[in-house]
């Protein structure tokens, strides 16, 4: 017990001396376990960003209520830092709210942003501005969105803010409020002064094999540049998801698992060429679990591989982690999913 006391000491001293990042992103690999990681070593011409990295840990990702998490817990841990219920939102066993980074951190005067490739309202962007209790509670979290005070978002979901059972007009909100709201494109110059909010398909944006572009490793790009010039040296906090790669798993597609991890790590390459160039930002890259139980097994002849999808379900193996920056190396070893989140609040002194 002493020598356990004592460890910890030591610990938390080691976190105040660490030097506290000015700003984090955290990419979300929704569903990508090491296969899928993996995948990138054997499917791209060159190194994968993921290379790049020196900082690596393991995350252990069951709910409270499940072993096999689903994206909403998942997402509650890393948003919230507590286990919660498969299915619960930015809410604790009981259902009572708990408060996410994003918000302790705008309330400290960062800038915050958010992306995704499905609506804007699912679960893992959800977990970190909304608290309801059910992730299909998809028209309140929109409600809670238009009023978060979020700086940029782009992603899906643009029914459940116009086409709602209430009536009401989240998007007529968002106007009002000052925000540049588009539901067409998000490539034109973001201005540090304003807010935006795009919502770029009805439910969900088409995945890269049916034709999306390179709106995620672009649009991430972006907003950094954005946030950068809009936070002036306060900070920000940007959550980018590569969303489709669950969905490979859940169709047992391996051709839209290599493609949308493809565009993850080039996502990745963004974050980290502006990380390295601005020596303040912490770069954190992980999943909330692993989708489809992939196997990369010996293929046809002796020098080919073959992708196999096990399940159609999340499965629970742990999953990796990947940090670099200021305080990179406080995240290495194996812990928790909603330790990540304590790890990076003690960090940034919250
Ligand atoms: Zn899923």
Known sequence: MKLFSTALLICTALMAFAQKPQ?????????????????????????PHFKRFRHIG???TSSASNKVTDSAAGATAYASGIK??????GVDMDTMPVPTIMEELKEKGYCTGLIALCSITHATPGCFYAHVKDRDEHE???RQLSLAGVDFFAGAGTRYFTKRADEQNSYAVMQKNGYVMDTIQ?????????KYGFLLADVEMPSKNNGRDD?????????????????NGKGFFLMSEGSYIDWAGHSKDVEMLIAEQLDF????????????????????VTADHETG????????NKDTIQLTFKTDQHTTPLVPVFVFGPGAENFTGIYENNELQLKLKALLGL
């Open 84 to 89: 919660t219920y498969n299915r619960a939102i």
């Open 140 to 142: 309140e979290i929109a």
């Open 58 to 60: 393991l995350v252990k």
């Open 23 to 47: 700003n984090v992103i955290l990419l979300i690999g929704d569903g990508m376990g090491l296969s899928q990681v993996s995948t990138t070593f054997y499917y791209k011409d060159s190194d």
């Open 293 to 300: 139980g992939l196997s990369l097994e010996k293929g046809a």
């Open 215 to 231: 709106f995620l490793p672009r649009t991430t790009k972006a907003v950094i540049d954005y946030l950068d010039q809009r936070s």
């Open 186 to 194: 998000s490539n034109k110059p973001l201005e540090a002064h304003k």
């Open 265 to 284: 790590d080039e996502t990745i390459g963004a974050a980290l060429d502006f990380a390295e160039k601005d020596g303040n930002t912490l770069v954190i």
